[in-house]
């Protein structure tokens, strides 16, 4: 039987790799943000006098923003650099949702 230390010794080596590290972060604190402006976005719209209607068309725009975002991503990085797009992606969706916000 093995012991958690040992188990755990592989994840301990990815994350001694700067550049893996430093992905894991950035898209921790990427998802960390989705889910903020996810748990924000009932609110600020009730609070502004929207119905439900309103805020089942955001979340459907969410939703086909995200995929449509993925695959355009997606056709880019094929042709770019994917460090580029992945940063450029994540800045403009950001921004998108500061200015919903």
Known sequence: MTSLIERAQPYRNALRVS?????LIGQSLSMAGDAVCL???PVAL????????VFGFVM???GVGTIFGACLGGML???RSPKRI????????GRCKSELL
């Open 19 to 23: 550049p893996f590290r430093k992905l």
């Open 39 to 41: 748990a924000a976005l």
């Open 46 to 53: 009730i609070r502004t006098g929207f119905g439900v209607e």
């Open 60 to 62: 459907a725009a969410v």
């Open 77 to 79: 990085a094929d042709r």
């Open 86 to 93: 992945l940063m450029g992606t994540d800045v403009l969706r």
